[in-house]
């Protein structure tokens, strides 16, 4: 496959960026997206360029590591992970728009690398149980009804790759947010903390200045994971209960 | 958002079923809007209730606008840079909500100079509504203009309905169609309740 790829560069933080067009070839259709990008900086590298800058860890769709606004689209076309996507999703000879994930939460750190310090901040708002430490207590321990179980592994499948920021009209962080509280606050472990979590996660969610909620509904079709949209509105409920607790 | 807008919806259905009146003629409608005036009497004074009414629907309205503005501003920053590849984003309706809402808001203020103070209404009969509303559908923007803002009224209660049942927490995966489908038909009850006035007008089923 031979394509045209238009890349965003930008050196650092505060240097201006731009697209930069490049053209790559001898690209098989088997080859990851990712793939293909280690292509191009090999090129780039004997050419005596700067290679292209992105995140990647995994590249098994599991770490939320690899980010990357293809064409428009999260994570680009297909419903899954950039490090997933094969080229056989796209034709010979197409021009590929690559960008960063755009948010004023994600600073840009350099090309399509942005800083995600922001979904950290969230989560040690209130992202976490309160256990003894010492030895993992016996699993049979605390009875989970099935439900609830369910309920929390759907949320808990959330990577944080920031797919849902990146997709949202608004730059909004509501369904990572609202994927880290319905997770926790359905469990018993978690239930010790359910007002104050979902009270100080929003809080932080609105200090690192992400977007309000329009319930557009792009962030859970962009969602690698299949986070549905309900999760936002599992929250608000949440967050609604707690204020009516008066913790606050 | 949510709460201010319910209000307003909660409003707008009793406001479109006393407008079906019209259908019953002149005397029926008159007697309509004589009643609005005197509801609570003797306990309220003459046309307190319609004032409480007003004062509540004035503060809906200026919550609504202000959350609006707070939230279209917290959106807007929240992504300083846009991305170069475009793509079109949501469905019409949630496109619309920030359009949608400015024209609703500059029709009220229309829809009050024509037929609350007369101001702009070429029959101007006060304690005549029956006869001022067949007056301004009598005249080809006074249809224009009221049936474009019915258009913009259903897409922003398509949204807005189902959005504010997300806001409060009262969705979820179970009742998101059923919810959708109540949003889709209140859209649809009130833009057809009210545009039936104007088509009647204008067919001469009114007159």
């Known amino acids: 496959m031979k394509l045209t790829l238009r890349v965003w560069r930008q050196q650092s933080p505060d240097a201006p960026g731009a697209m930069a067009s490049y053209a790559v070839d001898g690209i098989s259709k088997d080859m990851s997206f990712l793939e293909m990008l280690d292509t191009l900086n090999e090129d780039l590298i004997l050419r005596g360029e700067d290679p292209v800058a992105f995140d990647h860890d995994c590249r098994e769709g599991i770490c939320g590591a690899c980010s990357l606004v293809i064409n428009g689209d999260a994570h680009g076309p297909e419903r899954t992970t950039t490090c997933q996507l094969h080229m056989r999703s796209f034709a010979d000879g197409d021009t590929i728009d690559v960008e960063p994930w755009r948010a004023a939460a994600f600073p840009v750190v350099k090309d399509l690398v942005v800083d995600r310090g922001s979904f950290d901040r969230i989560i040690q708002a209130g992202g976490y149980i309160t256990a003894p430490t010492g030895a993992a207590p016996e699993a049979h321990a605390t009875a989970v009804p099935k439900h609830d179980a369910d309920h929390a ?95 606050r | 958002m949510a709460v201010s807008g319910l209000v307003m919806l909660g409003y707008l259905v009793v406001h479109m079923l006393g407008n079906l009146k019209i259908f019953f003629g002149a005397d029926e409608f008159n007697g309509y809007a004589h009643w609005l005036r005197t509801l609570g009497s003797p306990f309220l004074h003459h046309e307190w209730a319609l004032w409480i009414v007003r004062v509540a629907l004035l503060a809906a309205v200026a919550a609504h606008a202000v959350s609006a503005y707070q939230l279209s501003r917290r959106d807007i920053k929240a992504r300083p840079v846009k991305y170069a590849h475009k793509r079109r984003r949501a469905s019409y309706a949630t496109r619309t909500m920030r359009w949608g809402g400015v024209i609703l808001a500059l029709f009220i203020v229309w829809h009050l100079l024509d037929l609350t103070t007369l101001t702009v209404n070429e029959r101007a009969w006060a304690g005549h509504p029956y006869e ?28 807005g309905f189902w959005s504010a049942a997300q806001t409060l927490g009262a969705g979820s995966a179970r009742r998101d169609r059923a919810l959708k489908f109540l949003a889709n038909a209140l859209a649809l009850v009130l833009f057809a309740g009210f545009v039936s006035v104007p088509v009647a007008v204008m067919t001469g089923v009114v007159s």
């Not at chain 1, 997770?183 to 932080?204: I, W, Y």
């Not at chain 2, 007056?135 to 949204?159: D, K, P």
């Open chain 2, 132 to 159: 001022n509303v067949l007056s301004t559908f009598s005249t080809w923007y006074g249809n224009t203009v009221y049936i474009v803002a019915m258009g913009a009224l259903g897409l922003h209660v398509r949204h």
């Open chain 1, 153 to 247: 592994f759907e949320h808990a499948e959330c990577i944080g790759c920031g797919a849902c920021v990146a997709a949202c009209p608004n730059g909004s962080a509501m369904l990572f947010t609202s994927a880290k509280i319905n997770h926790l606050n359905v469990l018993p472990q978690g239930s010790p903390e359910r007002e104050t979590r979902v009270l100080d996660m929003v809080a932080t969610m609105d200090e690192e200045g992400f977007g309000g909620c329009t319930l557009a509904g792009e962030c859970a079709t962009a969602c690698p994971k299949g986070i549905a949209l309900p999760s936002i509105t599992a929250m608000n409920k949440e967050w609604l209960r707690a204020l009516r607790k008066g913790l």
